[in-house]
T-cell receptor, first 116, second 115 residues
C-alpha cells in the first residue's frame, strides 16, 4: 500500500521557537494532504487541507499565521508551528489522499510535539 | 455538515471472540465513503476497511467486516477471532463526495482484547 512518512516522530522545543514537521508521500503523488491534531484520548481534528501549488485551507478556529502549511511539491507538505507555546503540545498527524477514486487516506506515523 | 458518532468509549473482548464496534453517521451528501482506522499506542493511523455508500455488498477485509445499514445510517465494524494485537483505538470516519470532501472522524473506541 501507499506509504506516507512523517518527520520528526517526536520533538521537544522551547517556548517561543518554531518547529517544522514534514509529511512525504513516498510512492505516490499527493495533490492533497491533510494535517490533523490529536489531543490526548481524543479524536483527530482536522486543522487544514494542503493543496499542492496553492494556499492551504484552514478549518475554523485554526490560526493560519501560527500553523504555516506549505505544499511545495506533489510529495511533500510541511507544517510549521511558529512561536510555539506549551498549549501547542500535541500529536500532529498528516495524511495524503490516494490517487484512486475511493479517496482513501494514508496516514503518517505522527509527530509528537512537546513545548517546554 | 457531516457527523460521526461512536457511542462506545471502551470495549473489552476475549481473545478469539468476535466484537462489534458501533458507528453511526449523518450527512447531507448523497454519495459518501465510510472508513475504519486503527490507532495502536504508537499513534499511527492504520486503514482497515472502506465502504462506499452505493456499494451493494458489505465490505470485508480479512478478519474485518463492515456491517453497513444505510437506512439506519450505521457502519459498524466487526472484528472476528480477536487477537491481542487488536487492542487499540478504533476510529470511524466518513468522507462525502460533494464539495466539502474532508474526512470527518468519530471520537473513537478503545478496544482491549483479553486472554
Amino acid at each position: 500500500g501507499a506509504v506516507v512518512s512523517q518527520h520528526p516522530s517526536w520533538v521537544i522545543c522551547k517556548s517561543g521557537t518554531s518547529v517544522k514537521i514534514e509529511c512525504r508521500s513516498l510512492d505516490f503523488q499527493a495533490t492533497t494532504m491533510f494535517w490533523y491534531r490529536q489531543f490526548p484520548k481524543q479524536s483527530l481534528m482536522l486543522m487544514a487541507t494542503s493543496n499542492e501549488g496553492s494556499k492551504a485551507t484552514y478549518e475554523q478556529g485554526v490560526e493560519k499565521d501560527k500553523f504555516l502549511i506549505n505544499h511545495a511539491s506533489l510529495t511533500l507538505s510541511t507544517l510549521t508551528v511558529t512561536s510555539a507555546h506549551p498549549e501547542d503540545s500535541s500529536f500532529y498527524i498528516c495524511s495524503a489522499r490516494a490517487p484512486q477514486n475511493t479517496g482513501e487516506l494514508f496516514f503518517g506515523e505522527g509527530s509528537r510535539l512537546t513545548v517546554l | 455538515a457531516q457527523k460521526i458518532t461512536q457511542t462506545q468509549p471502551g470495549m473489552f473482548v476475549q481473545e478469539k471472540e468476535a466484537v462489534t464496534l458501533d458507528c453511526t453517521y449523518d450527512t447531507s451528501d448523497p454519495s459518501y465513503g465510510l472508513f475504519w482506522y486503527k490507532q495502536p499506542s504508537s499513534g499511527e493511523m492504520i486503514f482497515l476497511i472502506y465502504q462506499g455508500s452505493y456499494d451493494q455488498q458489505n465490505a470485508t477485509e480479512g478478519r474485518y467486516s463492515l456491517n453497513f445499514q444505510k437506512a439506519r445510517k450505521s457502519a459498524n465494524l466487526v472484528i472476528s477471532a480477536s487477537q491481542l494485537g487488536d487492542s487499540a483505538m478504533y476510529f470511524c470516519a466518513m468522507r462525502g463526495f460533494g464539495t466539502a470532501s474532508k474526512l470527518t472522524f468519530g471520537t473513537g473506541t478503545r478496544l482491549q482484547v483479553t486472554l
